[in-house]
């Protein structure tokens, strides 16, 4: 298992899911800031300075630690998309026998996160910024 406290970035996260006991598969979540539903302009202004509202997940994407250069690959790759994130989530999945998990065993898990993500239970997860830096949650 993971364990998200212990990372200090993206490459430790790479490295730690390639020396798991099973391979695993990465999961990920981008989430994107938004004003709260109500609020009014002066709320909206203080948003955009990175006070309030919430996180509002828009892509998600699975990965075997191998098809993951960086983080500055995941970026691009991401940004292909054309949806705009402020955080990543990542979660991991093992497989078994040595096998990784594939892409269909990855979507549930993937919904659960989005899920945890929209009732705020973020801590469990791995976080980074969109410049790879690494977000602690309590």
Known sequence: MIVADNLDGFGALLEAA????????????????EPDHGAV???????????????????????TPPEIADFAALV???DQTGQHWDIV??????GRGGIPPN??????????MVNAINDGRVAQFAAFDREGNVLRFR
């Open 103 to 112: 892409s269909d065993e990855a979507a549930q898990p993937l919904r659960f």
């Open 41 to 63: 302009s002066a709320q909206r202004t203080r948003r955009e300075g990175d006070k309030g509202g919430y996180l509002q997940p828009c892509l998600c994407v699975d990965k």
């Open 18 to 33: 390639r020396r798991q006991e099973e391979p695993q598969r990465l999961l990920f979540v981008f989430a994107r800031r």
């Open 89 to 94: 989530f990542v979660g991991g999945l093992a």
């Open 76 to 78: 691009a790759e991401s």
